[in-house]
Structure formats: C-alpha cells, structure tokens
C-alpha cells in the first residue's frame, strides 16, 4: 500500500465518496422518499431524530472546548447558536420542534423524549461521546456528514408537501433552513479536515472517522426502522 499522500482534490473526492452510505441511501429513508410511511413512523421518526437534534449543540459545544485557537472557536460557536437560537432567531431545536407538531406530537411528548428508542440513544452518545474526547480535528472531520445533507433536505421539501400533505406546510422551514447551514459548515469542516490530514495515514484516519459517523446515522435509522415496521 502507498504511504504517499493523496492530492488534496483526492483526499476531497475521497470524502465524498462517501456518500454512498449516506442515511438517504437507507431503505427506510427511501420507503419515505417514495411516500410509502404511514403517519405513525413518520412521527416515530421525527420522535427518534429528535434526540439527535437536542445533542448536536452539546457536540459542537463539546468540540469547542477542545479548540485553543480563538478564531476557529468563533467560527465554531456559530454551529451551537444555529441549533439553539440567539435573538430572534430561535433556532434549529425549536423548529424541529414545530416539525413534531406539524407530524401530530405534542410539544411536551416529544420532549420529554419518552418514545426514544434504546439502540438510537446508543447511537447518538457514542457520537457525543466521540466529539469529547477526540481531538478537535478528527471530531470536525466527522461533522462532514454534513456534505450530503442539502440532498436529503431538498428532497423532503419537495416529496413531503404531494406525499404527506396532512404534515403542516410551516413544519417543514426546519429542511428549508438548514439547507445553507450545511453548505456553510461544510466549507469550515473541509478546510480544517484538509489542512490537518495531509498523510496518507491520517488521510485513511479520516476516512474511518467520516465512515464512524455515517455508521451512527445508518444504525439510528435502522433502529427506528425496526421499531416501527410498515403496517
């Protein structure tokens, strides 16, 4: 195996490549996709996901705190405040939120995160868990889930309103928001991912991190798949 290291433009390609095992390949998401959910896994999914939206913050909260470089963290900070508001805007957390009661879930009942399954709880902290005790770059690194996300996003906007027109149309400004997010984010993460993996082992180390995360994203949807089969 060569030691050398790829061109950055590889390296990137390398990265998005990735993709393929992306959560929108799953067939749970495709079921969705195709308009094939019934209300109930609908809302079963947006209970579950949820989960993953309340820890994100605590994640980027958890990777700032092991950045010493003050430009970077003010960079960084921007993700928390995205998730949990500042100001006026009040943030991904909250429009999540609207989307569970667009889907039919009282704001208290998803809250109170009672329907969470276990193996998407497992799934969720082990990322969490990860973004603690990783060094900040690799836990960037596996932030670039977000390269694939404005697909899956786009994709709901467009399906969701034909396919499951009884979900409120304001529920879904969650997919709309965070459509420019994700590009966003995903020009900082790529270019501290690029400038810290230059070796061709750390560049294969990168690669594993990206996999771990896409890995989490495919289990969770996977558990929720299993505990609300098609009726």
């Known amino acids: 195996m060569s030691n050398v290291p790829w061109s950055a ?21 495709i079921k969705m996709r195709n308009g094939e959910l019934s209300r109930k896994q609908i809302q079963g999914w947006v209970i579950n996901r949820f989960y993953y ?29 995205d998730h949990d508001g500042h100001g006026e805007n009040e943030g991904g957390i909250e429009a999540w939120t609207r989307l569970g009661e667009a889907v039919g879930i009282p704001r208290d009942e998803l809250w109170s995160l009672k329907h969470v399954q276990p193996a998407v709880r497992f799934a969720v902290d082990a990322y969490l868990n990860f973004a603690r005790t ?29 396919d499951y027109p009884w979900v409120a149309a304001e529920g879904l400004e969650y997919f709309r928001s965070r459509i420019n997010l994700a590009e966003r984010d995903v020009e900082h993460g790529l270019e501290v991912t690029l400038e810290h993996f ?19 994203l ?6 929720i798949s299993l505990a609300y089969p098609d009726e």
């Open 9 to 29: 433009q590889e390296f990137e390609a390398r990265l998005r490549a990735k993709g393929d095992r992306y959560h929108i390949h799953h067939p749970f998401n």
């Open 53 to 81: 939206q309340i820890i994100i913050p605590q994640k980027d909260a958890a990777i700032m705190a092991n950045i010493s470089d003050r430009e970077t963290r003010r960079r960084w900070v921007q993700r928390i405040l």
């Open 198 to 216: 230059t070796s061709r082992k750390q560049q294969e180390r990168a690669l594993e991190i990206l996999q771990f995360k896409l890995d989490v």
């Open 134 to 162: 990783a060094s900040w770059q690799e836990a960037v690194c596996s932030s670039l889930t977000e390269m694939f996300a404005p697909a899956i996003h786009k994709q709901r906007l467009a399906n969701w309103p034909k």
């Open 218 to 223: 495919w289990c969770m949807s996977d558990a």
